[in-house]
Structure formats: structure tokens, C-alpha cells
């Protein structure tokens, strides 16, 4: 395995022990469905919402805070996710939110962990289909002669 994603297994190791003393229950880890993947999803103690938890983990924030490496894409692509697992273990009925959890370190050094609670929408996914309209439109308009 690639020491990436073994800094990668280790990060998500990490959120999953910090969502538990949250007193979350976690569900599953690295859930997958074809191409998509769910990092953690967890279930709050009233059983009433699911936590979709993306895990960045960086060995230094030199380059930045981890999560700023979600784009609309990404989450368009958790949220869809999201609602193949849902539909997938009749859990429809239940609120969903979705969070984020940066880890910064590596398992030699301490490590720093932020937890952002209701990170994103899903009107994350209307912009991304909005961004991809618009960029499209934008190709068109500006093929090579065309409109002058």
C-alpha cells in the first residue's frame, strides 16, 4: 500500500476513535458504492440523524487546511453517495448531515484533528450542476468559429 493511503487509513482510524467519544455510533468505514465512497458514517445516540463524515488527512498543513481540498464535485459525489446507502439500508427516514474531520500529522507525531459540524449542503450539489451548465454553455459560446 502507498504510504499516502496508509496515512489515509490511519486519519480515518483517528476521526472514527474522535466521532466515538462524541458518542456517535459509527456504522461504517470507507463504505463504497462503484467509483463512490463514504470516508465514515456514523448515527447519533437518539438514532435520528446520519453523520456523513469526509476525513482529509495531511501530514502537515503547509499547503493548507485539509477540508479546502473538497470541491463541489467531491460533494456531489458524497452526497450521491449518500443517498445509494440510505436507499440502500432503508434508512430514508432519518436526517442526514453532512460533516468534515482534518487530521494533521502522522502517526510518528501528534496529531491535530478539526471537526466541522454541518460542513456542507446538499444545495452543494444543485451548484455543482450549476457550474457544470454554465461551463458548458461557455464551451459552446466559445468554440473555435463560432460567433466570431
Known sequence: MAAHNELGKWGECKAAEFLREKG?????????????????VAIDAEMTTIHVVEVKTRSTAIYGE???SIDLEKKNNIIKATARYLR?????????????????????????????????????????????????????????GTWG
Open 24 to 40: 456517535l455510533y459509527i456504522r461504517h468505514i470507507d463504505w463504497r458504492d462503484k467509483h463512490r465512497d463514504l470516508d465514515i
Open 66 to 68: 485539509p477540508e479546502e
Open 88 to 144: 440502500a439500508y432503508h434508512l430514508e427516514h432519518l436526517a442526514v448531515q453532512y460533516d468534515t474531520i482534518s487530521v494533521v500529522g502522522t502517526p510518528e507525531t501528534e496529531c491535530k484533528i478539526i471537526y466541522k459540524e454541518k460542513a456542507f449542503t446538499t444545495l452543494d450539489s444543485y451548484l455543482f450542476y450549476e457550474q457544470r451548465r454554465k461551463q458548458a454553455w461557455y464551451r459552446r459560446r466559445h468554440r473555435p
